[in-house]
């Protein structure tokens, strides 16, 4: 069975950080495409961040840019999501996703992981 599990979130005053975790069992991920994703109450889920295979590719929404960091480590099957300088907006369930494999880029999420809330107060 194939699971992907995030941990890591909490609450966090504003300006502060958190770092996600995201792990994998059930089979390995390090050729696929990873993302993160979240949904704040009352919106859509949205793209945050995104991780080639190789980890040598990186991709954020212009609303994090700046502020967070994707990272992976293949070895662990493990993906990360390092948020600095947190802002009330950011408070919303954070989700790890894995994509396609191969070099082609796209965001093509196919498993997902159950979610973590990160709440950040003002």
């Known amino acids: 069975q194939v699971q992907l599990v995030e941990s890591g979130g909490g609450l966090v005053q504003a300006g502060g950080s958190l770092r996600l975790s995201c792990a994998a069992s059930?089979?390995?991920?390090?050729?696929?495409?990873m993302y993160w994703f979240r949904q704040a109450p009352g919106k859509e889920r949205e793209f945050v961040a995104g991780i080639s295979w190789s980890g040598g590719n990186t991709y954020y929404a212009e609303s994090v840019k700046g502020r967070f960091t994707i990272s992976r480590d293949n070895a662990k099957n493990t993906v990360y999501l390092q948020m600095n300088s947190l802002k009330p907006e950011d408070t919303a369930v954070y989700y790890c996703?894995?994509?396609?494999?191969?070099?082609?880029?796209?965001?093509?999420?196919?498993?997902w992981g159950q979610g973590t809330q990160v709440t950040v107060s003002s």
């Open positions: 059930g089979r390995t991920f390090s050729s696929n495409a």
């Open positions: 996703a894995a994509g396609p494999s191969g070099s082609r880029w796209s965001v093509a999420p196919s498993y």
